[in-house]
């Protein structure tokens, strides 16, 4: 009696967490207890211990008293102190699913503008490149950065075409004069956080340098040619006032999710290909599936790309102890945010097991090939968001792994 009464218990406990999850998926990334915590409080400031889990790289959100007295969300901080204020500060008030999911659309609105304006007053006014730098967050600088790489190298192909032959040769010296002075910045006495954001800068510049200049050794001078196709472009669309993403076949909105200034990896052809194999799994509405040894980059390239397109990337350890019900939560969270979830050492799940996340994975693969904006999950309605992404990582032939089933 007391036993069936103690489950009664337990399952309108999870149905319960389980509404306040579907509210705001981003719950469905911290356990039953941290939720609890956070829903047993009356201080809007519960959140700030688990914004870790819920944002990528996110210490804390900046509450600051409003003109009435009372906390508005101001900002945000991400780990390493950098901040983003919001243009339109939160009021904490009501139900925590409610505000927090006004703090997430704030947080993307806010960065949508902060890079729309940074792509503007580029080198604006004879503002230097490292001036521009100076004014705007790490992650808005790359995104900004990007999108006029992409316009120059396509208007050098223009000029080409016009008759300027020697076009991506001056174009190729003035981004090695960009790296230099970026350099010469480093070097200088800079703040912890300015050095991050410039290193971050002179990584994918050098990327940038190394593409131009195999363009001049190959003679790409057409914008139509695989080379160019294949890389990673950023446009921004003055149609529907947004940023693009597109390689190949592949076209996909960027996500403005604020992130600080976690790094980004030194982009190698290896990584250009695999960011190729990914986008084109992506637009094919599958997943991907790095495999090989230990400490080869797996994980963090599928993390990095999904930093180049602004999303949040959750990163699960996969272990004999995870059951379906487990990876299912997680998947029903993915699958409403619009995030990518990347299942590290994925063989080392049960056999038995890895046969129900197959057919998991296949339901949300059709919902996603047939455009569905709801769709029946584990017995549930919820919502799909277009942009999320399934990643595995193995490392074959490993003691304790296992072989993935054929479905």
Same mark, same amino acid.
């Given at each position: 009696m007391v036993l069936s009464g103690m489950e009664k218990c337990q399952k309108s406990?999870?149905?319960? &967490? =389980?509404?306040?999850?579907?509210?705001? *998926?981003?719950?469905?990334?911290?356990?039953d207890e941290e939720l609890l915590s956070i829903l047993g409080s009356h201080e809007c400031t519960a959140v700030q211990e688990h914004m870790i889990k819920m944002f990528d790289n996110i210490a804390k959100l900046k509450f600051e008293t409003g003109s009435s007295g009372d906390p508005i969300a101001a900002g945000m901080i991400s780990s390493e102190?950098?901040? &983003? =204020?919001?243009?339109?500060?939160?009021? *904490?008030?009501?139900?925590?699913?409610?505000?927090?999911?006004q703090v997430l659309s704030e947080m993307r609105r806010t960065n949508r503008v902060t890079t729309k304006e940074a792509i503007f007053y580029y080198c604006y006014e004879g503002n230097t490149r490292i001036d521009w730098v100076n004014t705007y967050q790490g992650m808005v600088i790359l995104a900004a950065n990007q999108v006029w790489w992409t316009w120059e190298v396509e208007d050098v192909f223009n000029k080409i075409k016009a008759g300027d032959k020697m076009g991506l040769k001056a174009y190729s010296k003035k981004l090695h004069s960009q790296i230099d002075d970026t350099v010469v910045k480093i070097r200088s006495q800079l703040s912890k956080n300015d050095r991050k954001k410039f290193n971050s800068l002179l990584i994918?510049?050098?990327?940038?340098?190394?593409?131009?200049?195999?363009f001049v050794r190959d003679s790409i001078m057409d914008a139509r040619e695989f080379e160019w196709e294949s890389q990673l472009r950023f446009y921004w669309e003055q149609s529907g006032d947004d940023l693009l993403v597109r390689q190949c076949t592949g076209v996909f909105g960027y996500g403005y999710e604020y992130m600080g200034l976690n790094g980004r990896l030194v982009i190698t052809p290896l990584t250009d290909r695999i960011y190729l194999t990914m986008t084109q799994a992506l637009s094919a509405r599958l997943g991907g599936?790095?495999?090989?040894?230990?400490?080869?980059g797996k994980t963090e390239t599928v993390k990095d790309l999904a930093k180049a397109m602004g999303l949040f990337c959750v990163v699960t350890n996969c272990g004999e102890g995870m059951d379906y019900k487990a990876v299912g939560k997680l998947f029903s969270g993915l699958a409403q945010c619009g995030a990518w979830g990347c299942?590290?050492?994925?063989?080392?799940?049960?056999i038995s097991v890895l046969s129900v996340i197959s057919t998991q994975i296949k339901t949300i693969q059709n919902a996603l090939l047939m455009g569905l904006e709801r769709f029946q999950f584990e017995g549930i309605d919820i919502a799909l968001d277009d942009r999320m992404g399934i990643f595995i990582t193995m490392n074959p032939g490993y003691a304790g792994r296992t072989e993935l089933p054929e479905s």
């Open positions: 406990l999870n149905d319960y &967490l =389980d509404s306040k999850r579907n509210a705001f *998926p981003r719950f469905f990334f911290i356990s102190g950098e901040r &983003l =204020d919001f243009r339109t500060p939160v009021r *904490p008030e009501g139900k925590v699913e409610h505000w927090m999911t994918v510049d050098v990327h940038n340098r190394d593409i131009t200049d195999r599936a790095p495999a090989g040894p230990a400490g080869t299942f590290d050492e994925f063989n080392r799940i049960d």
